[in-house]
């Protein structure tokens, strides 16, 4: 053989083995990880990894590989494993593939092999949600990337990121300070931006048009002082007033006013302005609104607004509010005004009044929660008229329509004198039979409308399926209601349940005709068991119980563990550091109240003092959590007893009203352990 055939063969010979012995080596690696996470893992997590391993469909292979690498995200090396050569063919899945394999190269140093695959992914699917990531990635040496992913994916993180690290100096302007006072100002960093380039008196200050954006944006933020002083000579436009106005309505006596004035002047300059009709609304709003507001508001936005009809209602003590109500069956400012002409009603005893009330609004005509709040005290006003069958039938129905929460949990102790519930135990018997995995969420169907965002929720790749949404969602209309379904789902998924669970609530008291399905997954969402082996173990180490301490932070933090109240409420159980302090037996450094495990330890002391305090009443226990027990001493009378549903609506101070109410409802669907009334009647 001549000596250039051996060498050839000799270096074909040897190519082959090196190729043999890197794939060796490479399964035997995969057999050693796969013996490591599955050695505890459930069936589900076998099946996976013989549908990786195994299937002759890549597209099954490349499935069950994102599904394991969405499991294994704390280990880089894993996850790089996992997602090789997962990046074929034009499947958006191969995106999202390329997206997490850049990413797991990036963290593990390979910063090459990172860039490489982020200009694969731009090249091959400069249409993405993916390539927001790689513009941003890549923005740092072709800042040009960076210009064209605010322009293409304004609402993306990536560009809400990019946004808020340029300089001004590179863009000759506040160009990353204007993108977030319009698509994402609650972006962290954001705050600080808007008021750097609000401050700019120099080359690059900002004009009187992007000077209203970024007031607005310091509007929304809350801080009302700085957005006037970004405008120019204290000029608004309609939009920019009104979210000025109404954050300052929520300030101090003397804001508010000031919020007044401005609102007031703007419905006179822009009677017919979509900005003056809102206005309108919330100068409307308080239970006791001032005659010469309403008075000085012009006469044809008045005649159109239900919220100031309302409004004219409340100053006349009722009278005219049949017509009103009558007149305006469908607004939500009507909705509030029959529930408090109502509750005023039912406080004072006059049975027939409430019950003429409660029935002017038809069943259908109101969102879930507050028709099951219709139908009890219909059912009550019925009751003390002595139309006992009527008062059944309303109250039957509330629960077959809705069987968890505070008014069906009122109408089986009037149908059937169910016991309070018994707080002073730990809930061990459905800790240990369905408790979900920690920080698990709802990963019933998504249903968003997009294929690509219902297989990413699927697949548990959640902050991928919400990079996804955002960018579907960049119109700027309103979403719909299901499409506000789906966005809160995602947001509690991704964590930020602080924004999603507001969401959701917000949602619950609007949407007036869902499915049966569609009803069930919005109250269902809001009831996720985060930081639950947390809660389940001060319950136990307490012996309180697990479904309270979940309803009290649900309502106190919404689960956020550094939100921190305007006087000075911490954490997750939102404690006075006093009382903190006191519950730990010794002083607290301000930090520590962040730390979720000792701030439900200390909690769950808490209310388990509270429960012995007050012989385990519940309705005591959660108002004495919010307003002291010293001060709920003072409203116990013998109406607890025999009504404590009035006892409840007399508590004289309105947030403790409330708060009660919906730590009861919280605590309620929690300890819901029914199949939900679509499985139960067969129906979607």
Known sequence: MPAGSRRGAVLLLGTAAGALTVTWFGQQWIQQWYRANTASST???????????????????????????????DDATGMARLLAGQGWGNAPLASISLELAAETAADLGRQKQATDLWRSLLKRFPESASSAWARRRLGAAEPDLLFELLERQPRHPAALSAAEAIDPEQTKGHQGALHLARWGVTWPGAAGRLRDACEDQGQWAPDDNARQHLARGLAQLGDADAAEDCLPEGASDPETALAIGRTLLRGNREQGSRGERLLLNLTREHPRHPSSLEAAKLLSDPLVPKAEILNALPSTLAQSSPAVAAG????????????????????????QLQWDLSRDALLAGQWERANTLLTKLSSGTLPQPLEARRLFWLGFSADRLGETTNARSHWQELIEQQPAGYYSWLAERRLHRTPLPNLQRPDLEWAESSQPAEGAVDLDPLNSGDDLVNQLWDLGLMDKAWDQWLTRRETGQEPSYPDQLVEGRLRIAVGDPWMGLDQLFRVSLR????????????????????????????????????????????????????????????????????????????????????????????????????????????????????????TVEGWRNDELDTAPELWVERIPYPETRYYTKKVMDNLLRYADLSSGVCEQNGAG
Request: glycine share 6%; aromatic share 8%; proline share 6%.
């Open 43 to 73: 069936t589900e997590s076998r099946q996976l990894w013989r549908r990786y391993r195994w299937s002759i469909d890549p597209q099954q292979r490349r499935d069950a590989a994102l599904r394991m690498a969405a499991r294994e995200r």
């Open 312 to 335: 004219r209602v409340r100053l006349e003590q009722g009278w005219d509010a049949d017509r009103v109500i009558e007149q305006w069956p469908d607004d939500p400012a009507i909705w």
């Open 511 to 630: 949407w007036r005709h869902p499915n049966c399905e569609e009803a069930e997954r919005l109250q269902r969402n809001q009831s996720p068991r985060l930081f639950s082996a947390l809660f389940q173990s001060a319950a136990r180490d307490e012996n309180v119980s697990s479904n309270l301490l979940y309803g009290i932070s649900k309502q106190e933090s919404r689960f956020t563990p550094d939100v921190r109240s305007v006087v000075g409420a911490a954490g997750l159980m939102q404690l006075m550091p006093a009382t903190a302090a006191e519950l730990a037996g010794r002083p607290l450094e301000a930090h520590e109240l962040d730390d979720p495990e000792l701030n439900i330890n200390l909690g769950a002391a808490y209310l388990k003092q509270l429960l012995e305090q007050w012989q385990g009443h519940p309705l005591l226990a959660i108002a004495s959590y919010n307003a002291g027990p010293g």
